[in-house]
């Protein structure tokens, strides 16, 4: 299972640099890691450690979070919604646009909450006010 998640960090790593339009080397420049070990990580040689890959986050600029999520370091949020997920999902999005969706996202549900929980206390006010 291990080496299934180490392949998969590998090819998301590939696939985000592919679609930054950077080369290896360019990525080894900019995150100081050796192009030969960013090639390892690549082709699932090698399990880049959190800090390997907030590196390679930094140099593709894209969520570290996300980095971590795909080599299992961080559990994924089980408790995303469709829209969530579909956000998540969009491949024509940037990372730094799919956080900030999410932030309004979760800004919105957050302020709704709240207005269905004032909109609660206030009908049992009320309901108390009738009584008397």
């Keep these: 299972m291990a080496t299934s998640k180490v392949g998969s960090i590998g090819e998301y790593i590939r696939e985000q640099r592919q679609r930054a339009k950077v ?12 192009n030969p070990y960013l090639s390892q990580i690549e082709r699932g040689l090698r399990k880049p450690s959190a ?16 980095l971590y999520v795909q080599a299992g370091i961080l559990d994924d949020r089980e408790s995303d919604t469709d829209v969530q997920a579909a956000i998540r999902a969009d491949a024509g999005l940037s990372e730094r646009q799919k956080q900030v969706l999410l932030d309004i996202y979760e800004s919105f549900r957050r302020e ?5 929980d004032v909109a609660s206390r206030m009908t049992s006010s009320m309901e108390g006010t009738e009584e008397t």
């Design 23 to 34: 080369s290896l080397r360019q990525l080894a420049e900019v995150t100081g890691v050796s």
């Design 112 to 116: 709704e909450g709240n207005a269905g």
């Design 51 to 66: 800090e390997i890959l907030q590196q390679i986050a930094k140099g593709l600029r894209i969520s570290a979070e996300a």
